[in-house]
């Protein structure tokens, strides 16, 4: 089975199993007893497809498909509502990004989902220096969308972005390199090893 | 005790009495009206000198009837306990004092109910006789228990435990009942995380190294006479032996009868093989012995399998049971762990609608299925559709969408029936409800009858088993009263009793057992059992008065009188709970109890004073039951609630124990209102004596009549419903009753 285009049968474990070999805290899906508590607490519940309980039960249904391509554990904001009323404990914040990584090392991500996208800006971000380089990450999310809107968006957060100077939390002088740590190559070379080590036991899944 | 009545009259003036009330007056209404020959007051009746004031009465001046003027009858029982004396009380301050406002303009009133309550103790007292046996006791230490499953074995050796010797009669040829065929068993100690064994052998083995329990195999009991105390069993052999034994009480342990999945073609079952129940699973685990599991058609190794939970079962469908069975929620997770424990990777989904895991371990249990992998599906299953394997067609409730699955092994948790043998004689139902004829033989509410093996053979004119109740479990008062069932002396246990596991019915038979023994005490020193635990009182019948209308016999919820072969009947002490039902029941009133009869009722209410028409004192008679409205009542007044001046409240045993002539004779002595208060009747009834409120609400459904021929307003007579938490409502519905006679106007019949 290919990790990426894998075909469960419905309603068998496959998919769990798959699920708990791979996803952060994944062994937990099993446990959740489908009582809804999640479901009602999380505060951006309505607008996803598929809330957490709903994801937990699709899994064990085994709907690969629909919950790797799902955007809804991308919607989650980490307010941690839900592991703090869930009856059985599980910790569903973390399943929600565990889900939404594994989803997008395979590829099955949403593209389009600002979630997915911006995670990704912050990513390539951090790993150039090792360091977050906020002036340049702002401009990015502002000009996500194209030169008009991003003018708009930056001249509307204008003030913000004042501010966060004067409180040196931000430098101009970022625009041009900006600051890292030591040695951003080894910092490299130690991500790299740790994603050839994943990829390998991604690989050797369903094998 | 001395033949001569001699009341002695007690005057309490302690708990504020004695400055609401005068005392005085009590004590001349007393002596004058109440024909008390001894009449005395005290500041402080219950304390240790008061008490001595009354019993040197009665040692020195031989008072045999003892009135007291104080606290209701519920309270200073303890106090006010003398014996081979009658007693009663004239509830002075609960039913006086704390339910009316102290103010001046009220003191007439309230000092003619506390009057009227006197007069009315006295005549109590003037009716009433000490209580003699009836000669029928015995103790007879001998249990038998019916049924050698688990349960019947537990209550065994719990019951020669506490040293009284037990008889197991078992219909088949082994102990063990339906337990011994389970491979493993729900786990019963933390924690509660894996299948256990059952433990037949070391019960069987604990029972055969017992003396004291006498086993009979392949014996069923062909008939029971008697009475607790007093049972004569015949114990019969397969092979026609039989054999008479004497026993003091009865544990009915008599199992469950598992539904028959053919009801459930849409299941596949009987055209399937790979479709079995989950007894039926429980045969193909033992026979695997911890190895694979192996599907019945083929002898494949099962590498998929669904459990459909309530199959059959929760639903008002024709031929499916109404009921939850309660354990099988439970045994599908232990048989699911069949599977995983032995192999991981087989698939096991069970298909819920509510999973329902009851008992201490439940949840526990539910956990540690899921940590073993087992899936939990939230769903109904529609059909399962016969192939080479079953497809399972489903909703899948979260996702809420129509699903199938194709898997090795279906099992259907199919529930469990009551093994409670035969409903009540059917002619007997049919003579109970006369004006129900006619409903009947228009065809609509004859139901067809499959004809059921008894299992007791009970002697009893009301039939061969103890009455079924909700979807034929036989428990008779589930919260107050457990294991009781509407035959004194016969104690279900177990899944004839209420739905159940295993390791529920052996706590059961505990319970059943301790019942059992208490009974075959209490019958032995003839008293009664429960609500009126320790009356001496019993009913008796004036034989020449009798018309053998068989009323009694009839309406007796506790089936405590057979008939002799005039037709006249036949009491049973033991049985009898001394409700009185069958005294309001009696036409001809020859029906009564030493200290409870026609006239120690009747002749309370004659002795309240109605005052002139022209007076505007209109009176109201309340009949409450003292199990529930009258406590109902007593802590209204605990409350501070107050209630018309105009009540005169009468405890009765039952609201069955009415009789009709003590409303024709209120109404005739110009009561303006009449109350009957007792326990809610119906499915969820709450009745003490289970049928007793019912057949009093449908007796007074013919007070009508009587209140036409008198020309009254049919307001006038109420029945209700009363729970003892109605604290509020009790002194309400006095207040209406009373704004109703104001608008009605006063009864015509004062003179
Ligand atoms: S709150 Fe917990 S147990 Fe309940 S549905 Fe959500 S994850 Fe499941
Ligand atoms: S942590 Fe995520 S999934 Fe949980 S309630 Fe908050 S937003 Fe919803
Ligand atoms: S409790 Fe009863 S008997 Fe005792 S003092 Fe009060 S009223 Fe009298
Ligand atoms: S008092 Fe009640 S239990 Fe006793 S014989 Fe009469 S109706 Fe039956």
Same mark, same amino acid.
């Given at each position: ?35 809804? $508590? ?28 629909? $919950? ?68 340049? !990450? ?70 | ?115 009227? /309550? $006197? ?84 019960? #069987?083995? *604990? ?119 309660? /354990?099988?929620?439970? *045994? ?76 090795? !092994? ?38 067809? @009858? ?29 919260? =107050? ?16 009793? @209420? ?9 059961? #038979? ?31 019948? @004036? ?12 309406? =007796? ?32 009133? $020859? ?31 309340? !009949? ?5 409205? /009258?406590? #109902?009542?007593?802590? *209204? ?74 020309? !009254? ?39």
């Amino acid at each position: 089975m290919s990790t990426n285009t894998g075909t469960v049968e419905k309603y068998r474990n496959n998919f769990l199993k798959e699920v708990e070999a791979n996803v952060e805290e994944g062994d937990w899906v099993k446990m959740c007893m489908q009582c809804g $508590v999640c479901a009602g607490s999380c505060p951006l519940g309505k607008h996803w497809a598929h809330p957490p309980q709903e994801i937990f039960m699709m899994i064990r249904a085994g709907k690969r498909e629909e $919950v790797l391509t799902s955007d809804s554990m991308w919607m989650c904001t980490s307010c941690y509502n839900c592991i703090v009323r869930c009856p059985r404990e599980l910790p569903i914040t973390h399943i929600m990004h565990g889900l939404a990584n594994y989803a997008k090392r395979l590829g099955l991500a949403p593209k389009a989902q600002p979630t997915a996208w911006f995670s990704q800006v912050f990513w390539d971000n951090m790993m150039k220096k090792g360091r977050v380089n906020e002036l340049k !990450l702002g401009l990015s999310l502002y000009f996500k969308d194209g030169i008009v809107s991003g003018i708009k968006e930056s001249i509307k957060h204008q003030k913000l972005g004042m501010n966060m100077m004067k409180a040196k939390r931000m430098s101009p002088m970022e625009l041009f390199g900006g600051h890292g740590v030591k040695s951003a190559g080894d910092l490299q070379k130690i991500i790299k090893k740790a994603q050839e080590i994943e990829n390998a036991r991604l690989e050797s899944y369903g094998k | 005790m001395a033949d001569e009545m001699k009341i002695g009259a007690y005057i309490c003036k302690g708990c504020g009495i004695g400055d609401r009330l005068d005392a005085g007056q009590l004590a001349s209404t007393a002596t004058r009206d109440g024909k008390a020959a001894i009449c005395q007051q005290h500041d402080f009746l219950c304390n240790e000198e008061g008490v001595k004031m009354i019993q040197a009465d009665i040692d020195n001046e031989g008072v045999n009837r003892v009135v007291i003027a104080a606290c209701s009858r519920r309270a200073k029982t303890e106090a006010f306990a003398f014996d081979n004396v009658t007693m009663h009380r004239a509830n002075l301050r609960e039913g006086v004092i704390w339910v009316r406002p102290d103010s001046d303009d009220q003191q007439e009133t309230t000092q003619e109910m506390a009057d009227d /309550y $006197v007069r009315m103790a006295c005549a109590e007292a003037k009716y009433s006789k000490v209580p003699e046996t009836s000669g029928q006791q015995g103790v007879n230490k001998n249990i038998l228990i019916v049924g050698g499953g688990v349960g019947g074995m537990t209550a065994a050796i719990e019951a020669s435990k506490a040293g009284y010797p037990c008889s197991i009669v078992e219909k088949t040829a082994a102990l063990g009942g339906a337990v011994a065929q389970l491979h493993k068993v729900i786990p019963t100690k933390a924690p509660f995380a894996d299948p256990q064994d059952a433990g037949v052998d070391e019960l #069987a083995a *604990a029972i055969e190294a017992d003396d004291n329990i006498t086993v009979y195999l392949n014996s069923t009991t062909t008939n029971i006479a008697g009475a607790p105390g007093r049972f004569a069993a015949d114990i019969s052999a397969e092979s026609g032996a039989t054999q008479t034994k004497e026993f003091g009480a009865i544990v009915q342990a008599s199992g469950f009868i598992p539904y028959d999945a053919n009801k459930l073609p849409e299941f596949a079952y009987g055209k399937n093989k790979d479709v079995v129940t989950q007894l039926e699973l429980e045969a193909l685990a033992k026979a695997a012995n911890g190895g694979a599991i192996k599907r019945p058609s083929d002898g494949k190794e099962v590498t998929s399998v669904v459990f459909v939970q309530c199959a059959g079962q929760r639903s008002k469908k024709e031929g499916h049971l109404e009921h939850c069975s309660g /354990y099988c929620c439970s *045994a599908s997770i232990k048989q699911a762990m069949y599977f995983k424990d032995q192999n991981a990777d087989v698939d096991t989904t069970i298909m819920y609608t509510d999973l329902r895991t009851p008992g201490a371990g439940g949840e526990n249990f539910y956990r540690s299925g899921q940590k073993k992998g087992v899936t939990f599906t939230k769903s109904v299953v529609n059909e399962v559709v016969d192939g080479a394997n079953p497809t399972v067609k489903f909703k899948d409730l979260i996702l809420n969408e129509e699903a199938e699955v194709e898997v090795d !092994l279906v099992v259907l948790a199919t529930g469990m029936i009551p093994n409670s043998g035969q409903e009540t004689r059917a002619d007997l139902a049919v003579e109970d409800a006369e004006d129900k004829a006619e409903a009947k033989s228009s065809g609509e509410e004859q139901v067809i @009858r499959v004809e059921v093996e008894s299992i007791l053979n009970l002697d009893y004119r009301q039939g061969k088993d103890v009455p079924h109740m909700a979807n034929g479990f036989a428990d008779s008062h589930f919260i =107050c009263f457990p294991y009781e069932t509407q035959r004194t002396g016969i104690y279900t246990a177990g899944p004839t009793r @209420r739905p159940m596991d295993a390791k529920q019915a052996m706590d059961d #038979a505990m319970g059943a057992a301790m019942r059992a023994i208490g009974e075959a005490e209490n019958a032995g020193l003839g008293k009664a059992a429960h609500p009126r635990s320790g009356d001496l009182s019993f009913p008796s019948f @004036r034989k020449e008065g009798c018309t053998q209308c068989k009323r009694c016999t009839v309406e =007796c919820p506790f089936g405590a009188i057979n008939e002799d072969e005039e037709g006249y009947p036949v009491y049973n002490e033991s049985r009898c709970r001394r409700c009185g039902t069958c005294m309001g029941a009696c036409p001809v009133r $020859v029906i009564s109890f030493e200290n409870y009869s026609v006239d120690t009722v009747g002749q309370q209410l004659k002795a309240v004073d109605i005052p002139e028409e022209f007076d505007e004192k209109p009176r109201i008679m309340v !009949l409450a039951c003292e199990n529930d409205a /009258y406590p #109902a009542l007593d802590m *209204a007044a605990q409350n501070k609630l107050e209630y018309s001046a105009f009540a005169r409240v009468i405890p009765v045993r039952c609201l069955g124990s009415i009789s009709l002539s003590w409303i024709t004779d209120s109404l005739n002595s110009g009561f303006d209102g009449i109350m009957l208060m007792g326990c809610p009747s119906g499915d969820d009834y709450q009745c003490h004596f289970v049928k007793g409120s019912g057949t009093a609400q449908e007796r007074m459904s013919k007070v009508g009549d009587t209140l036409e021929t008198l020309s !009254l307003e049919k307001e006038r007579v109420a029945t209700y419903e009363i729970s003892i938490t109605d604290i509020h409502k009790v002194p309400k519905l006095i207040n209406d009753m009373a704004d109703t006679i104001e608008q009605i106007g006063m009864s015509p019949f004062k003179f």
